[in-house]
Protein backbone atom coordinates (compact mmCIF):
# COMPACT_ATOMS: atom_id res chain seq x y z
CA UNK A 1 0.00 0.00 0.00
CA UNK A 2 1.18 3.46 -1.01
CA UNK A 3 1.68 5.96 1.47
CA UNK A 4 -0.98 8.18 0.59
CA UNK A 5 -3.17 4.32 0.54
CA UNK A 6 -2.12 4.13 3.93
CA UNK A 7 -2.72 8.03 4.99
CA UNK A 8 -6.41 7.34 3.83
CA UNK A 9 -7.16 4.27 5.55
CA UNK A 10 -5.76 5.39 9.28
CA UNK A 11 -8.51 8.42 9.13
CA UNK A 12 -10.83 6.56 7.25
CA UNK A 13 -13.09 4.89 10.05
CA UNK A 14 -14.99 2.53 7.42
CA UNK A 15 -14.37 -1.32 8.90
CA UNK A 16 -16.68 -2.17 6.05
CA UNK A 17 -13.50 -1.41 3.56
CA UNK A 18 -10.75 -4.05 3.76
CA UNK A 19 -7.09 -2.36 4.13
CA UNK A 20 -3.99 -4.12 4.86
CA UNK A 21 -0.52 -2.64 5.32
CA UNK A 22 2.47 -3.95 6.74
CA UNK A 23 6.02 -3.59 6.49
CA UNK A 24 6.58 -7.44 6.35
CA UNK A 25 3.62 -9.37 4.47
CA UNK A 26 4.89 -12.91 5.33
CA UNK A 27 5.93 -14.20 8.76
CA UNK A 28 7.43 -17.41 7.17
CA UNK A 29 11.06 -16.54 8.40
CA UNK A 30 9.90 -15.52 11.55
CA UNK A 31 13.28 -17.48 14.18
CA UNK A 32 10.64 -16.78 17.18
CA UNK A 33 7.42 -16.23 17.90
CA UNK A 34 6.94 -12.23 17.70
CA UNK A 35 4.58 -11.19 20.76
CA UNK A 36 1.88 -8.61 20.78
CA UNK A 37 0.22 -7.67 23.87
CA UNK A 38 -3.57 -6.05 22.68
CA UNK A 39 -4.88 -2.54 23.77
CA UNK A 40 -8.47 -2.16 23.16
CA UNK A 41 -9.89 1.48 22.06
CA UNK A 42 -13.23 2.73 21.51
CA UNK A 43 -14.40 3.49 17.76
CA UNK A 44 -12.35 6.88 16.60
CA UNK A 45 -9.53 6.66 18.82
CA UNK A 46 -7.22 4.36 17.00
CA UNK A 47 -5.15 7.38 15.60
CA UNK A 48 -4.64 8.87 18.80
CA UNK A 49 -4.07 5.54 20.27
CA UNK A 50 -1.18 4.95 17.96
CA UNK A 51 0.10 8.14 17.80
CA UNK A 52 0.58 7.65 21.19
CA UNK A 53 2.19 4.74 21.50
CA UNK A 54 4.63 5.45 18.72
CA UNK A 55 5.72 8.65 20.89
CA UNK A 56 5.74 6.39 24.12
CA UNK A 57 8.03 3.49 22.43
CA UNK A 58 9.82 5.64 20.24
CA UNK A 59 9.25 3.18 16.98
CA UNK A 60 6.41 3.47 13.79
CA UNK A 61 3.81 1.73 13.37
CA UNK A 62 4.17 -1.28 11.21
CA UNK A 63 1.16 -3.06 10.78
CA UNK A 64 -2.08 -1.36 9.74
CA UNK A 65 -5.58 -3.29 8.93
CA UNK A 66 -9.08 -3.52 8.62
CA UNK A 67 -11.09 -6.91 9.57
CA UNK A 68 -14.32 -5.77 8.05
CA UNK A 69 -16.08 -9.32 9.13
CA UNK A 70 -15.66 -8.18 12.64
CA UNK A 71 -16.17 -4.69 12.61
CA UNK A 72 -12.55 -3.97 13.57
CA UNK A 73 -9.86 -1.45 12.50
CA UNK A 74 -6.20 -3.11 13.83
CA UNK A 75 -2.38 -1.52 14.04
CA UNK A 76 1.14 -2.68 15.42
CA UNK A 77 3.17 -0.18 16.97
CA UNK A 78 6.65 -2.30 19.12
CA UNK A 79 4.62 -5.01 20.64
CA UNK A 80 1.40 -3.87 21.00
CA UNK A 81 -1.70 -4.68 18.70
CA UNK A 82 -4.16 -2.17 19.51
CA UNK A 83 -7.81 -2.93 17.86
CA UNK A 84 -10.33 -0.39 17.90
CA UNK A 85 -14.15 -1.32 17.77
CA UNK A 86 -17.52 -0.52 19.62
CA UNK A 87 -17.53 -2.04 22.94
CA UNK A 88 -20.10 -4.71 21.66
CA UNK A 89 -17.44 -5.80 19.21
CA UNK A 90 -14.48 -5.64 21.24
CA UNK A 91 -16.68 -7.50 24.10
CA UNK A 92 -15.37 -11.50 22.81
CA UNK A 93 -12.09 -10.51 22.41
CA UNK A 94 -11.42 -9.27 25.19
CA UNK A 95 -11.09 -13.22 26.69
CA UNK A 96 -8.08 -13.51 24.47
CA UNK A 97 -4.67 -12.80 26.79
CA UNK A 98 -2.69 -11.85 23.41
CA UNK A 99 -1.49 -12.43 19.84
CA UNK A 100 1.52 -14.45 18.97
CA UNK A 101 2.89 -13.84 15.35
CA UNK A 102 4.38 -17.33 14.15
CA UNK A 103 5.96 -18.65 10.94
CA UNK A 104 3.60 -21.78 10.69
CA UNK A 105 0.03 -22.18 11.85
CA UNK A 106 0.21 -25.69 11.32
CA UNK A 107 3.59 -26.53 13.29
CA UNK A 108 2.04 -24.73 16.53
CA UNK A 109 -1.09 -26.65 16.05
CA UNK A 110 1.02 -29.58 16.63
CA UNK A 111 3.22 -28.11 19.47
CA UNK A 112 -0.14 -27.37 21.07
CA UNK A 113 -1.80 -30.67 20.67
CA UNK A 114 1.56 -32.21 22.05
CA UNK A 115 1.39 -30.17 25.09
CA UNK A 116 -2.55 -30.69 25.63
CA UNK A 117 -4.00 -27.70 25.17
CA UNK A 118 -7.38 -26.35 23.63
CA UNK A 119 -8.07 -24.97 20.12
CA UNK A 120 -10.84 -22.95 20.92
CA UNK A 121 -11.43 -21.46 17.29
CA UNK A 122 -9.88 -23.85 14.42
CA UNK A 123 -7.58 -22.19 11.71
CA UNK A 124 -9.44 -19.73 9.56
CA UNK A 125 -8.52 -16.92 6.88
CA UNK A 126 -7.84 -13.60 8.53
CA UNK A 127 -6.84 -10.24 7.19
CA UNK A 128 -3.34 -10.93 7.11
CA UNK A 129 -2.98 -14.63 6.51
CA UNK A 130 -4.24 -17.90 9.22
CA UNK A 131 -5.10 -17.26 12.73
CA UNK A 132 -6.77 -19.49 15.23
CA UNK A 133 -7.00 -19.37 19.40
CA UNK A 134 -5.83 -21.85 21.86
CA UNK A 135 -6.55 -22.39 25.77
CA UNK A 136 -2.85 -23.52 26.84
CA UNK A 137 -3.06 -26.24 29.66
CA UNK A 138 -2.95 -22.98 32.23
CA UNK A 139 -5.78 -21.55 30.70
CA UNK A 140 -4.00 -18.37 28.81
CA UNK A 141 -6.00 -17.87 25.52
CA UNK A 142 -3.64 -16.83 22.55
CA UNK A 143 -4.46 -16.24 19.34
CA UNK A 144 -1.70 -17.66 16.90
CA UNK A 145 -1.54 -15.85 13.40
CA UNK A 146 0.30 -16.92 10.49
CA UNK A 147 1.05 -14.07 7.62
CA UNK A 148 1.32 -14.09 4.32
CA UNK A 149 1.20 -11.82 1.27
CA UNK A 150 -2.29 -10.89 0.28
CA UNK A 151 -3.40 -11.52 -3.40
CA UNK A 152 -2.14 -7.76 -4.45
CA UNK A 153 1.50 -8.24 -2.06
CA UNK A 154 0.29 -6.52 0.94
Do not use: C, I, Q
Request: proline share 7%.
Amino acid sequence: MSNDTEARASRDHDTTAPTVWRRRNDSSGLTEPRALLRVYTPTGTLESVTASYERLLGVAKDMWFTYPEKGLRLAVVGSFLLVEGAPEVLEPFRATDGTLVVDSAAAYLERLAAEGAEVLVPPHAVPTGTGFTARHRDGTVVEYVEHRPTPDGS
